[in-house]
């Protein structure tokens, strides 16, 4: 999946695509994979096809505001009362009538060009969420804080019941990481886990876990904020692992913890 590793919004020319049938079978088939996986994105697709494109409105408006007297000037020039007998009269007509179309036209693109620009962008995805929050989190953050094994346990304890897991310290153990804390978060309606690890060569690494609902698909891989993510779902939960670790080494975490955890 590739959602939406650009700027919130960034997928409207795509989703449109989608809408109108102008994308290719492959595009088409990558892109339904992501709505499964993305609420947001199937927010802003509903958005848009039940009218978030709001043209005819705009149209409305700007025929409202179009300087219907002068435009009914040159077309009386040409019709009223002297209607054209010869084939270069009809030509004239012809071009008038094409110019008042591109002028409307133009003044459309105009007009609706700036509450395109402004619309406001959908809501991120919880990846999004992650990758913004993981970007305030230092290595100098999780050092102080002492990750004592009773703590963290009662932690998990806590943030697995939300989930409906069994978590554990030894379940959620990575090779040379530090198991730092377990936070329970909430995203939307949905329970959102976050446990943080210290890594001494890679800094924070966060795994996180949502209560999504959505089909169970495969790791996936992408960068958000400047950071790696290897993301997949399964029986109705969202899970992945982001940090600046290389994405071989967060897909060899992630292969240990699917097999535990999920």
Not at 133 to 140: D, I, V
Not at 143 to 171: F, H, M, R, W
Not at 246 to 253: G, R, S
């Amino acid at each position: 999946m590739t959602d939406s590793a650009a700027e919130p919004g960034s997928d409207d020319a795509l989703l449109t695509g989608y809408l109108d049938g102008e994308i290719t079978g492959a595009e088409r088939a990558a892109l339904e994979q992501r709505l499964l996986a993305e609420p947001a994105l199937k927010v802003r697709l509903d958005q848009l096809g039940g009218g978030g494109r709001a043209f005819g409105t705009a149209f409305d408006a700007l025929l409202a505001a179009a300087p219907q007297q002068r435009l009914s000037a040159m077309l009386a020039d040409v019709i009223g009362g002297r209607a054209p007998r010869r084939r270069d009269g009809w030509r004239r007509f012809a071009a008038i009538a094409a110019a008042i179309v591109i002028f409307i036209a133009g003044a459309a693109a105009g007009a609706l060009w700036p509450s395109l620009v402004t619309r406001a962008p959908a809501s991120p995805g919880w990846r999004q969420v992650v990758a913004e929050y993981q970007s305030l989190t230092t290595a100098e953050t999780l050092a102080a804080i002492p990750g004592a094994p009773e703590t963290i346990s009662a932690e998990l304890s806590v943030v697995g019941q939300k989930l409906s897991l069994d978590l554990t310290a030894n379940k959620l153990a990575l090779p040379d990481l530090a198991l730092k804390e377990a936070q329970l978060f909430q995203f939307g309606d949905k329970p959102l886990v976050q446990v943080a690890y210290l890594s001494p060569a890679d800094g924070p690494i966060a795994f996180c876990i949502i209560a999504s609902g959505t089909p169970d698909a495969g790791f996936d891989f992408e960068q958000r904020e400047g950071y790696n993510i290897v993301y997949w779902t399964k029986a109705g939960r969202g899970y992945m692992l982001i940090g600046k670790a290389p994405q071989t080494e967060l897909q060899a975490f992630a292969d240990g913890l699917a097999a535990r955890i999920s």
